[in-house]
C-alpha cells in the first residue's frame, strides 16, 4: 500500500540522486507548494539548498512577512529575500494584455533567480513547487481544443543560457497530496490548510492596469474578505477565496456625495485539484456585509458584485 510516507522518502532519495552534490536555487512564492518543495528538498540535500523569496510587490496583505518568518523561525533553511516590487511594478506599467502580464511576471522571476544564482557563486539547479494540474493547464485545456488557457508563471522550462537544470518533485501530486506530504514533513497545519495564491499574484486580480495605488486598494479590500471567512468559520470550507479590483468606474452615492469609483469582484470557489471549480454558496447575509464593509471602509471602491461563474466556462482566476 502506497503511502506519503513512502512518497516522501522516494522522492528525498531521487532528489539526491539527481542533484548529487550540485547546488539548488528554489523559489518561494508564498503559497504552499514551493514550501513543501522547498522542505522536501531540504530534507534531501540540506545547505545545498537556498531559497528564494522575491518580493514582488503583489502579495495579499501580510503574506511576505508570514512566509520569511516561517522560514527563517521555523526552519533553519537559507533564505534570500529580495525585494523587487519597484521592477515588477514598473514593468507592468501600462500593459493590460492579461498573456503580457504573466509573460513579463515570468520572465522578471527568471531574471531575478539568475542574479541570486550568481550572487551565491552559481546553482546548477532551480527548484519549483510545480503540481500535475500547472502542467496540464499550460499545455492545454482538458478535453478541449490544445490551445493555451493561461502561462502558468512557474512552467514552461527555462532558458537555455541559464544552463540550470529543473527540480520539481511535486510535478505528480495534486494539491490535496501536497497538502498531506506537508503534512508528512512537519509544516503548521494553518500553513498547509492555506488557498492556493498564484505565482502572479494581484496582477492578476487587477484586471487592466497594475499600479501600486490598485495593489493597496485591493490588499484592503481581500483583507476585510477574508477576515470575515475566517470569521464565520468557512475559510476550510472554501477552496479559494479573494477579491478582484475592476477597472470599470460606476456611480454611487455616499451621504449627500456622488461617488465615482472602482468595482470590486468577489470570487470563492470549492474544487479538488483546482482544474474544475463551484461556486461558493454565501448566504445573502453574509456577502451583503461583507460589501457593506468593503465599501465604507476602503476608499476607491464604491459598489461589490460576488462572481457566480463555475469552472469550466469561468477560470477562477480572472486573467
Ligand atoms: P485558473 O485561473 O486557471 O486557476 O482556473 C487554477 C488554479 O491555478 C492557480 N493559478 C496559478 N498558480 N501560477 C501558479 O502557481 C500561476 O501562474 C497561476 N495561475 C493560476 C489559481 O490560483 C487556481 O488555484
Redesign the pocket.
Known sequence: DWTMAEFRDQKIAEIREQVGDGKVICGL?G?V?SAVAAVLIHEAIGDQLTCVFVDHGLMRAQEAEQVVSLFRGHYNIPLVHVNAEETFLSGLAGETDPEKK?KFI?KTFIDIFEEEARRIGGADYLAQ?TLY??VI?SVSFTGGPSVT???????GGLPERMNMQLVEPLRELF?DEVRDLGRELGLPDAFVGRH?????GLA?RIPGEVTKEACDILRKADAIYLEEIRKNGLYDAI??AFAVLLPVRTVGVMGDYRTYDRVCGLRAVT?TD??T?DVFPFSAEFLSNVATRIVNEVKGINRVVYDYTS?PP?????E
Not at 196 to 200: I, V
Open positions: 512564492s503559497g507548494d504573466r515570468g513547487g494540474p500547472d493547464e488557457i493561461k502561462s502558468h508563471h512557474n512552467v494539491k492556493p495564491f498564484p505565482g502572479p492578476i477552496w479559494q474544487s483546482g482544474m471549480a469552472k469561468g477560470t477562477i482566476e480572472w
